[in-house]
């Protein structure tokens, strides 16, 4: 059966009804969590597993009247989580699609997918749980949100972020999505030397 999940881009650009505020997305920790349990369903040798894990995804998402769907191109796949409310007898109704940015779109494979996703993620998140201890909520954070950056996108450690990478979860991916406090905010770039410095590695930020 084709993936009807709605590209949002060729979704119908109209306003957003009462019932499509932007609060009614799915908190940050969820999307992270649906995506880590579609990562793990995928890499599960055992069929039973896998279905295990898609079903704990399910009921989290459905918790926020959210469904999700992964959609399969020539280029990557992406998981798409999307409002119940948009599907009737298993198709997407683009009639009831008030608002497409209540769509959520997480690559799921791409440049420098590495078949140890699982491994460099738990690495990541040793890292995220050091600098939690040694600096504090705020810088642990912000290495969360970078170690998702390099794990979702480049499938690499976080000490192994290049200038250019790192240049971009600044610019680019930090403002859209993490989500940060204004404390958060001003101590990103300091985040990132911290995120380094626990592995004790060089950071290539300029300085």
């Known amino acids: 059966m084709p993936d009807e999940t709605p590209d949002p881009s060729e979704a119908p650009n109209v306003l957003a009804d009462e019932e499509s505020e932007p609060d009614d997305l799915p908190p940050e920790a969820v999307v992270d969590e649906a995506e880590r349990l579609t990562r793990l369903a995928r890499e599960a ?5 896998a279905a295990a894990y898609r079903v ?11 469904t ?33 940015d209540r769509g959520i779109e997480v690559p799921l494979s791409g440049p420098g997918e590495g078949d140890d996703w699982a491994e460099i993620d ?47 979860f600044l610019d680019e991916y930090y403002p859209r999505n993490a989500w940060p406090t204004a404390g958060q905010r001003d101590i990103v770039e300091k985040s990132v030397r911290v995120a380094f410095s626990v592995a004790d590695e060089r950071c290539p930020l300029s300085e």
């Open 56 to 66: 704990d995804r399910d009921e989290r998402l459905a918790a926020h009247d959210y």
């Open 45 to 49: 040798a055992d069929r039973d597993e």
């Open 68 to 100: 999700a769907r992964v959609r399969e191109d020539e280029t990557r796949d992406v998981l798409v989580l999307y409002p119940e409310r948009w599907v009737e007898d298993g198709e997407i109704r683009t009639d009831r699609i008030e608002d497409i």
């Open 122 to 168: 738990e690495y990541n998140r040793e890292v995220v749980a050091e600098v939690r201890e040694e600096h504090g909520e705020d810088h642990a954070a912000n290495v969360a949100a970078l170690a998702d950056f390099m794990g979702n996108h480049y499938a690499k450690p976080v000490h192994d972020a290049t200038a250019e990478e790192l240049s971009e």
